[in-house]
C-alpha cells in the first residue's frame, strides 16, 4: 500500500479497549453521526414563505427517496422493512402538511415547523402506549433526518457509505444495529460498552471484528485510517507495514477458520458439543447450516418482546416450531422467558423498581404474574410434540434449589421431560449441587453471572475490566457448578450435564479454560463456533485441566487472560 507523506508524518495513537470479536482490519474511522439538536423554540421563519415551504417539501421528499433506496439495497428481511416504515413516515401527508401549517400560520422556521409538528405525533402515539407508543421512536428519527437534511447536516445513526469503514460509536443501540450493513462496516469500535453490551453480542453475530469500552475512540477525526485487533482489543490510528502485515496474516488464518465440520472435540476425541445461541427461526437456520450440534440457547423473549399483551399458547406453539424444525432431532435447550432489567415487559415487569437487574426479572416474574409461565412451557411442550426436537427446557435467575423444585415441577406438569436452570447467580453456583438434585441439568449464564459476582452491571463500559469473565472469582463459580454437578451426577448415577451459553464459550481461550473446569458443552453465536472447533481441536483434556489451573490461580482478570493465551500458541497461529 502506497502512503502520502502526511500519513507517514502523522503520529500514531494507540487505544486500548477491550477485544470482544476476532479480526484485523484496517479501513477509515467514522464515527456515529450526532443526534439532531432541536432547532431554538419559536425558531422564526427569516426567508420567505413560498421558498420555505418548497424547501421543506423537498427536505421530506429526499429522505423519504433515500430510505426506499436503502430500503432496496437491504441486506436482511427485518432491515428493509424498518427502512421501509421510515421512509413511509418521511412521506406522510398528514406530518407535511401540519409543518406546511406552522410556517404559514405562526413564521416558523420550517426546521421548527417539522420539529414541532413530529413531536405532537410522537407524543399522542405515546399516550396510546403498547405498539404504537413504539413508533414514537420512529417518527422522532424521521423528523430528526428531516431537520437534518434541512440543515445540510449528515443523517443521525450509522453512516451510510460505499467504501469500507469502521464504525466508532459511544455503543450501539438495538435500531442502529438493524440497518447496519456487514459490507461495508468492517469494524466496530466503542468507547462505552462492555463485553456483554448488544454491541459486542451483535458483533460476534456479524463476524466483525470489534473492540469496545476503548475510551477516546470517538473523538479520532473522521476518515483517519485505523487499525482495529478485535482480538487484542486495540486501534491503532495511521498504521504502518506491521500492522498491515498482521491483517494478511490474518486473512490467511481466517480462511482456516472459515467452517465447522459440526463436531466439537479435544484432540484425544473426547466429545465437546458445540451449540449455538439464537433467537429467532432465521438465526436458527443460520445456525444449523454453521454446523452447530444443536441450540444451546433458545432466547425466546423474541416471541414477547414489543407486545404489550401476552402471545396465545397458539402463537408461541407455532413460532417454537418453526424453529425446532431448523434441526431435526438435536438437541434445543429452551429458556423460558427472561423478562426483566434490560429486556423489560409491560404484562410482565415494573420498570419503576429502583434496582432492575436486582429486582423481579427472569423465573421470579412467575411470582408476581403466575400463569404466564405455565403457559409458555404448554406452549413449549406442545411444539415438541409436533416436531422431533430433543427438548430441554431451563429457568433463569434461580438462586435456590427451591426454585429449581418448582420449576421442574412446572416442566414435568407440562409434559416435558428435561428441565434444568440457568447457573446465572453466585448463589447457584455455590449450591448447584442441591440444585442438580432436583434438575437435570444446568446451563451457566456466564454474562449475568459475572455482573453478579462482581457486582458490576454488564452495561457499563466504565466497569468493563471487573466485568469479565476471565475474573479468577467468576471461573472458580464455574468450578464450583461443575464440582456440584460432578457429585450429583454421582449421587443419582445420572449424567448432569453442565453447559456455558453466556458470552464466555465463544472466547476460543477460554473456551478451553470452561471445559478443564469441567463444563460439557458450549453454546455461542454461530459466527464463533468454527474457532472454538479449531483451538479445542489441538488441546487435549489434560491439557485443559491444567490450563484451567492456571486461570484460577491468577490474580486478576488480565493476569488469567495473559498466562492462558501463553500457554496456549495454537491462538497465536489461528490469529485468534
Ligand atoms: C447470560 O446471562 O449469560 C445469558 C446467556 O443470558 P442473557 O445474556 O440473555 O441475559
Ligand atoms: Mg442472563
Redesign the pocket.
Known amino acids: 500500500m502506497e502512503h502520502t507523506q502526511s500519513e507517514i508524518n502523522a503520529v500514531q495513537l494507540r487505544y486500548t479497549g477491550v477485544g470482544v470479536s476476532p479480526g484485523r482490519v484496517i479501513a477509515p474511522l467514522i464515527p456515529m453521526a450526532p443526534p439532531v439538536a432541536a432547532p431554538p423554540e419559536g425558531d422564526p421563519l427569516v426567508e420567505e414563505v413560498e421558498g420555505a415551504v418548497e424547501r421543506l417539501n423537498d427536505a421530506a421528499t429526499a429522505v423519504k427517496a433515500e430510505l426506499k433506496e436503502r430500503a432496496e439495497r437491504a441486506r436482511s428481511e427485518a432491515a428493509a422493512e424498518v427502512l421501509k416504515a421510515t421512509s413511509l413516515m418521511a412521506g406522510d401527508k398528514a406530518l407535511i402538511k401540519n409543518a406546511v401549517k406552522l410556517v404559514r400560520n405562526q413564521s416558523l422556521s420550517p426546521e421548527r415547523a417539522l420539529w414541532d409538528a413530529a413531536t405532537g405525533y410522537a407524543d399522542q402515539m405515546r399516550t396510546m402506549g403498547g405498539y404504537m407508543a413504539e413508533r414514537a421512536a420512529d417518527i422522532e428519527d424521521v423528523r430528526a433526518r428531516i431537520v437534518a437534511e434541512l440543515r445540510g447536516m449528515p443523517a443521525p445513526g450509522v453512516p451510510q457509505r460505499v467504501e469500507p469503514f469502521v464504525l466508532a460509536a459511544e455503543d450501539l443501540a438495538p435500531a442502529d444495529t438493524a440497518v447496519l450493513d456487514p459490507d461495508t462496516v468492517v469494524a466496530l469500535v466503542t468507547s462505552s460498552g462492555g463485553p456483554?453490551s448488544h454491541t459486542a453480542?451483535l458483533a460476534r453475530n456479524l463476524g466483525l471484528p470489534a473492540v469496545v469500552a476503548a475510551n477516546g475512540v470517538t473523538d479520532i477525526e473522521s476518515g483517519t485510517s485505523v487499525f482495529v485487533d478485535g482480538s487484542a482489543g486495540s486501534v491503532v490510528t495511521h498504521p504502518g507495514a506491521e500492522h498491515e502485515q498482521a491483517v494478511a496474516a490474518w486473512h490467511e488464518a481466517s480462511e482456516q477458520l472459515a467452517n465447522f465440520d459440526g463436531r466439537g472435540a479435544l484432540a484425544d476425541g473426547t466429545e465437546v458439543a458445540l451449540l449455538a445461541?439464537v433467537g429467532t427461526a432465521d438465526d436458527a437456520q443460520a445456525a444449523a447450516a454453521a454446523g452447530a450440534q444443536g441450540v444451546g440457547?433458545l432466547?425466546t423473549?423474541f416471541c414477547f418482546l414489543g407486545r404489550d399483551t401476552e402471545p396465545t399458547v397458539e402463537e408461541q406453539t407455532e413460532a417454537y416450531i418453526e424453529i425446532f424444525k431448523a434441526f431435526g432431532s438435536d438437541k434445543i435447550v429452551v429458556?423460558t422467558l427472561?423478562a426483566g432489567a434490560?429486556?423489560p415487559l409491560p404484562f410482565l415487569t415494573d420498570t419503576t423498581e429502583p434496582n432492575p437487574a436486582l429486582g423481579v426479572r427472569g423465573y421470579r416474574t412467575d411470582w408476581t404474574t403466575p400463569g404466564v409461565l405455565a403457559r409458555q412451557l404448554q406452549a413449549i411442550a406442545a411444539a415438541a410434540d409436533q416436531t422431533e426436537a430433543n427438548v430441554w427446557v431451563m429457568a433463569?435467575m434461580i438462586s435456590t434449589a427451591g426454585e429449581a423444585e418448582h420449576f421442574a415441577g412446572l416442566v414435568h406438569a407440562a409434559g416435558l421431560k428435561v428441565s434444568g436452570v440457568?447457573v446465572?447467580t453466585p448463589a447457584a453456583a455455590i449450591t448447584a449441587e442441591q440444585i442438580l438434585d432436583r434438575v437435570d441439568f444446568v446451563?451457566?449464564?456466564?454474562?449475568?453471572?459475572?455482573q453478579y459476582t462482581m457486582a458490576a452491571d454488564?452495561m457499563l463500559g466504565s466497569l468493563a475490566e471487573l466485568n469479565s469473565p476471565w475474573q479468577p472469582a467468576v471461573l472458580r463459580m464455574i468450578e464450583r457448578t461443575a464440582a456440584g454437578a460432578h457429585a450429583a451426577s454421582s449421587t443419582s448415577g445420572m449424567h448432569k450435564n453442565v453447559g456455558v451459553?453466556?458470552?464466555?464459550a465463544a472466547d476460543p481461550a477460554l473456551a478451553v479454560v470452561l471445559v478443564g473446569l469441567g463444563v460439557d458443552t458450549l453454546s455461542m453465536s454461530p459466527r464463533s463456533l468454527a474457532a472454538v472447533a479449531a483451538v479445542l481441536s489441538r488441546v487435549d483434556p489434560e491439557q485443559a485441566r491444567t490450563v484451567a489451573q492456571t486461570a484460577l490461580d491468577s490474580t486478576s482478570a488480565q493476569e488469567a487472560r495473559d498466562t492462558v493465551r501463553a500457554q496456549l500458541p495454537v491462538l497465536e497461529e489461528l490469529g485468534l
Open positions: 456483554q453480542i445461541n440457547l432466547r423473549e429458556r427472561d434490560d429486556k433463569p440457568m446465572e446451563s451457566l449464564g456466564t454474562n449475568d453471572l459475572t454488564r451459553c453466556g458470552e464466555a
